[in-house]
Nanobody, 132 residues
Framework: QVQLVESGGGSVQAGGSLRLSCSAS????????MGWFRQAPGKEREGVAGFESDARITYAESVKGRFTISQDNAKNTLYLQMNSLKPEDTAMYYC??????????????????????????WGQGTQVTVSS
């Protein structure tokens, strides 16, 4: 069973920065890091940044120019650098991954890296709170 563990969340003032990390353990070679999602209270989970099937990076319009996704394959770790944070960025942030089988890759090609409906593995989430 794959486990994804996020860290790096916290409380910052508007304009501040945070760096989220997501480490995969247990059979991490069988997954494909898909990206980061977030969910604010009363809202649906939304894609923030992700890797498409051809490794292109996709960002939600609301975070373009402020957030940067990256990964370190040697460490099986996914990162999200968040700069110029705004109060509207306040949410629980989740790391997401896909299984390595062909059907998961097809789903990624069809629906894209910001679609939460195709995610196979979720982390437990890390809270980000931005105050004005």
């Amino acid at each position: 069973q794959v486990q994804l563990v996020e860290s790096g969340g916290g409380s910052v003032q508007a304009g501040g920065s945070l760096r989220l990390s997501c480490s995969a353990s247990r059979n991490s070679n069988s997954i494909y890091f898909m990206g980061w999602f977030r969910q604010a209270p009363g809202k649906e989970r939304e894609g923030v940044a992700g890797f498409e099937s051809d490794a292109r990076i996709t960002y939600a319009e609301s975070v373009k120019g402020r957030f940067t996704i990256s990964q370190d394959n040697a460490k099986n770790t996914l990162y999200l650098q968040m700069n110029s944070l705004k109060p509207e960025d306040t949410a629980m942030y989740y790391c997401a991954a896909l299984s390595s089988d062909a059907s998961a890759k097809v789903a990624l090609q069809v629906f894209g890296a910001l679609n939460p409906g195709i995610v196979n593995y979720w982390g437990q989430g890390t809270q980000v709170t931005v105050s004005s």
